[in-house]
């Protein structure tokens, strides 16, 4: 059963090498073919009519009485624009990588900033920010350097190979029978890097992880007098990740070894063949009619049928890297709308919406288990209802379902007596609104913490301001909107940063608005501010708060617990 187990993965982790493999390929488009497939071709060509003038020249030098000035002439020409070539390849191959991770970089963003996308990857700050940064930048030699080493080594070896049958077909049969050995032990040795790379990848998003919770644990630690165990704890981490990565170093190394041994000897054996021909030693086959320039030139073409395929196998390593953080950023990429679904806008609501929820059944991509079943809720337009419960009672997935970033198992979810599933992705986000417990703000002027896309008028972001009981603070503060914030709000207190939020979250105007535990890291008076700012909107928005907050559910209108995946009035 166990060799059955691993068989599956084996064959598993083969179809998504293969599928990773075509989805980066898919991304080279049109800038890239040059330096990926039309001039490593170019390269190849010019290479054997080097060395063809090269063999004829040295021929001419040999046995002729003087050395003719065109083949010199010809081979400078030839040796220049070699040289422009591949400085064009790798400049322009290098522009075309960066243009595809800047385009990737920009799509990905945008998806890991959206809230409903992390909460159905069920992803971290630090797994998304290693997967942007370090495991994004392991693509670029995939465009870089990869595809036109890949290039070369279908077509450069061919190319050589044909020659040489045309000159000796029994130098060329050396050569057909010594190629595969370089390929094979490339496979063989590949098996265990692929395998170490994915490996490395998930060390590296547990060390970001890791490391981003002791930052964000560090106050406590210092209280708790554990700041320096910890830091311990960081470290040590980080040196068995070291140690993980010298190791992928050392195969990656020893695959580089193994093939310059079997290249080699595939050479030599090449040479003693050409040299005991040439001496008259082998008198079968096409030896006794092999020539002195045509061996000279089997001899100098020899080291460059395989030296793409050494190259290609050396970079091995970069390439399993790449196919290893490649499954990850497509499954980031595959929670962007699909082109149909977005459409134009078609529903936009004039007033507080209504909301009900029949049957229900929540259950994430990830388990088995339903989180939620058989669930119903009716909410009238303009209430603003309080759900409580405790910890890992369905809170977080109800709330998620009803921003639509969740979809139902089972059951019907109807918003202003449309089906949820039906309303268009842009309608959706632009009627819904969503605060969550901890405030996300950037180190950044206040103006783009309120309006990150730049698109309302400064007496709009004043109103707004003003509407969540922040007109005051606004005035005290040196720049106005320009005050630049420090570091997760620095500058403004907890109610304050939480407030800004909230109007962040109200600057779209939406219809339906959805907390997530608002108040449970403000003191009591900055909770019943913001309160008082939620009173001051219910009836015009529809409000549903998911709080353990006795003070927050005594404010609201009405007020049920989620308890075993079912809703029950609290008296």
């Known amino acids: 059963m166990d060799q059955l187990a691993a068989v599956r993965r084996d064959r598993a982790a083969r179809a998504q090498r293969r599928a990773a493999g075509r989805w980066l390929n898919g991304q080279t488009g049109r800038p890239l073919w040059l330096p990926a497939y039309g001039l490593p071709v170019l390269d190849s060509l010019l290479l054997l009519a080097f060395f063809s003038l090269l063999a004829h020249a040295l021929n001419a030098l040999a046995f002729g009485p003087d050395l003719p000035g065109a083949p010199l002439l010809g081979l400078l020409a030839i040796a ?40 159905r990857l069920r992803q971290g700050p630090a797994e998304l920010s290693t997967l942007l940064g370090e495991q994004l930048q392991t693509l670029g030699p995939w465009f870089r350097e990869y595809l036109p080493a890949r290039t070369r080594a279908l077509v450069q070896p061919l190319l050589i190979l044909l020659l040489v049958f045309m000159l000796d077909w029994l130098a060329g049969l050396l050569l057909l029978l010594s190629a595969p050995l370089i390929p094979l032990f490339s496979a063989l040795i590949g098996l265990g890097t692929s395998t170490l790379a994915r490996e490395q990848q998930d060390r590296l998003q547990r060390l970001g992880a890791h490391f981003l919770d002791r930052v964000r644990a560090l106050p406590t630690l210092r209280l708790l007098r554990r700041a320096q165990t910890e830091a311990a704890g960081v470290g040590a981490a980080a040196q068995a990740y070291r140690r993980s990565s010298m190791q992928v170093l050392r195969v990656a190394f020893l695959s580089s070894a193994v093939l310059e041994f079997f290249s080699a000897i595939a050479i030599a054996t090449l040479a003693v063949y050409i040299g005991m021909a040439l001496l008259g030693f082998i008198t079968f086959g096409p030896a006794p009619e092999l020539g002195f320039q ?278």
Request: glycine share 10%; with cysteine; aromatic share 2%.
């Open 80 to 119: 220049v624009a070699r040289a422009l070539l591949q400085a064009g390849t790798e400049h322009l191959a290098a522009q075309a990588a960066r243009r595809i991770l800047a385009r990737l970089r920009t799509a990905l963003h945008g998806l890991a900033l959206d809230p409903a996308v992390r909460l």
């Open 294 to 571: 045509s061996g000279l030139l089997i001899l100098l073409l020899a080291p460059e049928f395989f030296q793409p395929l050494r190259r290609l196998a050396a970079g091995y390593h970069e390439r399993a890297a790449a196919l290893a953080a490649a499954p990850e950023l497509q499954a980031l990429l595959a929670q962007a709308p699909a082109e149909e679904q977005v459409k134009p806008h078609s529903i936009t609501l004039r007033a507080a919406p209504a909301l009900l929820v029949q049957g229900l059944a929540l259950r994430w991509p990830d388990s088995e288990q339903a989180v939620i079943e058989g669930l119903n809720l009716e909410v009238a337009a303009g209430e603003w209802l309080s759900i409580r419960g405790e910890s890992g009672s369905g809170k977080s997935s109800l709330a998620a379902a009803l921003l639509g970033w969740l979809a139902p198992q089972a059951g019907r979810i109807l918003l202003a007596g449309r089906l949820l599933a039906d309303w268009p992705a842009p309608d959706l986000r632009g009627a819904c609104g969503w605060l969550g417990q901890q405030p996300h703000l950037l180190p950044a002027s206040l103006r783009r913490n309120l309006d990150p896309g730049g698109r309302h008028a400064d007496a709009a972001l004043r109103e707004m301001l003003a509407r969540v009981d922040l007109g005051r603070a606004l005035a005290l503060l040196p720049a106005g909107l320009d005050t630049r914030l420090a570091e997760r709000g620095g500058g403004l207190s907890g109610g304050e940063a939480q407030r800004l939020c909230l109007a962040r979250a109200l600057l779209p105007q939406p219809r339906l608005l959805i907390l997530d535990e608002p108040t449970a890291s403000l003191d009591p008076a900055a909770e019943q501010r913001l309160l008082r700012v939620l009173r001051g909107l219910a009836g015009g928005i529809t409000i549903i708060q998911f709080s353990h907050s006795p003070a927050a559910g005594a404010a609201s209108d009405r007020q049920l617990e989620l308890r075993q995946g079912r809703l029950h009035r609290v008296a």
